[in-house]
């Protein structure tokens, strides 16, 4: 699967604005993932706040060991992950906002999902931060399919 990337032509400096558009970087990937790209793509010499989210894959699940993880996404998945940004962006003061995504099969620790968001102030960094990653999960067209030690597996968000 190709870098499904849509990111801002970044020949500015790193604390200015590109354009008016504070989305920086949104990706679905089947490669690993960079706590340094997201963080850098978020940075605006206006933010006094940045909130960082990363989403790591566990060794267990509702109380059973988990031996495999892997992700998939539906086509619309990069629309629909822009759709959800743009309401961030609108409804809080943000500076900067970025979220990469990881699909394919993942080992336990690897990084599947890095949201970040800066803001002028902490608080406002802090709640859309959140509101990104909530909506993320819960509108995002991308599914978790979990194998068990004991050869059982789940389906999440299908």
């Avoid at 099969?105 to 800066?118: N, Q, T």
């Avoid at 067209?141 to 999440?156: A, L, M, R, Y």
Wanted: charged share 30%; glycine share 10%; proline share 5%.
């Amino acid at each position: 699967m190709e870098d499904m990337a849509t990111t801002q032509d970044r020949k500015d400096h790193p604390g200015e604005r590109p354009g008016d558009d504070p989305i920086r970087l949104l990706a679905i990937r089947d490669t690993p993932l960079s706590l340094d790209e997201v963080f850098a793509a978020v940075g605006d010499a206006a933010a006094g706040g940045t909130a960082l989210f990363v989403g790591t894959v566990r060794d267990h699940d509702g109380g059973a060991d988990v031996d495999a993880l892997g992700y998939s996404c539906h086509p619309t998945a990069e629309a629909e992950l822009r759709r959800v940004a743009e309401k961030v962006a609108a409804d809080f003061p943000v500076r900067g906002l970025a979220a990469v995504h990881r699909v394919g099969e993942l080992g336990i620790g690897d990084l599947a999902v890095i949201v970040a968001v800066s803001c002028p102030h902490r608080a406002e960094a802090f709640a859309a931060c959140r509101r990104f990653i909530d909506d993320l999960k819960h509108e995002v067209p991308i599914w978790k399919h979990q194998n068990f030690s004991d050869g059982t597996e789940e389906w999440v968000g299908a």
